[in-house]
């Protein structure tokens, strides 16, 4: 099943790539400001022979799940390929602490990220939004042979609830224009919107050039300028509305270049 006709996936590039070894690392999803999983890598003495590295996911109690299967002792997510569907239908063990991958002294590599280590294979994540809703996700991840590290690369997410996402999708290509025209831009909805705190947005061009990005109230004053000078081509480009200083309302994200413009409404509520 493919994800709905009006489907809006935020891809989000973590640059540079994250490794985590002995340290954890916490991601927003969503950029609400709080974490929804927790990757871990630590060594540990445990009760069967031998120390153990283990490369792990916590969903720090936020309701995250990731696709795969209850193991006898942690559940294991599977190591999925580019194009594997994450969403209502997938299998979700709900727990606190999944592992990626481990190492069991002289049992070996277990489970489907550790053997051999996995390179460019994604986690496949659900994960309540601020606002309550259900939503999915992928992480893009590298965990080395006997899980001796993790390396987090880059995520996507469904800002439409209950709507599945593809492992890998980024989200719509730039569309071409009217009369059959080169497309100029892709931008993203905000999300989340309304928002309480912050929201976030992408904004993809089809050549370099300048762009504004900006935001103004109701009464047309500019209260914000995320961006002025070049933007590069086929890079998705990510934008952040701190809301903290900003009172309730409704607010306009204009985007200017010098082959576009486009606009879009957002509220912020407190």
Same mark, same amino acid.
Request: charged share 15%; aromatic share 10%; net charge negative.
């Given at each position: 099943?493919?994800?709905?006709?009006?489907?809006?996936?935020?891809?989000?590039?973590?640059?540079?790539?994250?490794?985590?070894?002995?340290?954890?690392?916490?991601?927003?999803?969503?950029? @609400?400001?709080?974490?929804? #999983? +927790? !990757?871990?890598?630590?060594? =540990? %003495?445990?009760?069967? /022979?031998?120390? $153990?590295?283990?490369?792990?996911?916590?969903?720090?109690?936020?309701?995250?799940?990731?696709?795969?299967?209850?193991?006898?002792?942690?559940?294991?997510?599977?190591?999925?390929?580019?194009?594997?569907?994450?969403?209502?239908?997938?299998?979700?063990?709900?727990?606190?602490?999944?592992?990626?991958?481990?190492?069991?002294?002289?049992?070996?590599?277990?489970?489907?990220?550790?053997?051999?280590?996995?390179? @460019?294979?994604?986690?496949? #994540? +659900? !994960?309540?939004?601020?606002? =309550? %809703?259900?939503?999915? /996700?992928?992480? $893009?991840?590298?965990?080395?042979?006997?899980?001796?590290?993790?390396?987090?690369?880059?995520?996507?997410?469904?800002?439409?609830?209950?709507?599945?996402?593809?492992?890998?999708?980024?989200?719509?290509?730039?569309?071409?224009?009217?009369?059959?025209?080169?497309?100029?831009?892709?931008?993203?909805?905000?999300?989340?919107?309304?928002?309480?705190?912050?929201?976030?947005?992408?904004?993809?061009?089809?050549?370099?050039?300048?762009?504004? #990005?900006?935001?103004?109230?109701?009464? =047309?004053?500019?209260?914000?300028?995320?961006?002025?000078?070049?933007?590069?081509?086929?890079?998705?480009?990510?934008?952040?509305?701190?809301?903290?200083?900003?009172?309730?309302?409704?607010?306009?994200?204009?985007?200017?270049?010098?082959?576009?413009?486009?606009?879009?409404?957002?509220?912020?509520?407190?």
């Amino acid at each position: 099943m493919a994800p709905a006709a009006d489907a809006q996936i935020t891809y989000m590039d973590v640059d540079p790539d994250e490794t985590v070894q002995g340290n954890t690392f916490d991601l927003d999803i969503d950029g @609400d400001g709080a974490a929804d #999983v +927790q !990757f871990f890598q630590t060594i =540990g %003495t445990v009760a069967v /022979a031998g120390d $153990r590295p283990i490369a792990g996911v916590d969903n720090l109690g936020t309701g995250t799940a990731f696709v795969g299967y209850a193991g006898p002792y942690f559940n294991y997510p599977s190591a999925l390929d580019v194009g594997a569907e994450i969403g209502p239908a997938a299998n979700f063990p709900a727990d606190d602490f999944t592992v990626l991958g481990s190492t069991y002294g002289p049992y070996g590599p277990y489970g489907p990220w550790a053997a051999g280590g996995q390179t @460019d294979k994604y986690l496949g #994540v +659900q !994960f309540m939004a601020g606002g =309550g %809703t259900t939503h999915y /996700a992928w992480v $893009r991840l590298d965990v080395a042979p006997n899980s001796a590290s993790i390396t987090v690369k880059d995520f996507a997410f469904e800002a439409t609830p209950d709507t599945p996402i593809d492992a890998g999708a980024m989200g719509v290509a730039i569309e071409p224009g009217p009369d059959g025209l080169p497309g100029t831009h892709n931008l993203s909805a905000a999300f989340p919107n309304p928002f309480n705190a912050g929201a976030r947005f992408t904004l993809e061009v089809a050549e370099q050039q300048d762009v504004r #990005v900006e935001v103004f109230n109701a009464l =047309g004053q500019r209260v914000a300028t995320l961006h002025d000078g070049a933007l590069t081509a086929g890079t998705i480009h990510e934008f952040d509305i701190d809301g903290s200083d900003l009172a309730s309302g409704v607010y306009l994200i204009r985007t200017a270049g010098e082959r576009f413009s486009d606009m879009q409404q957002v509220t912020l509520t407190r």
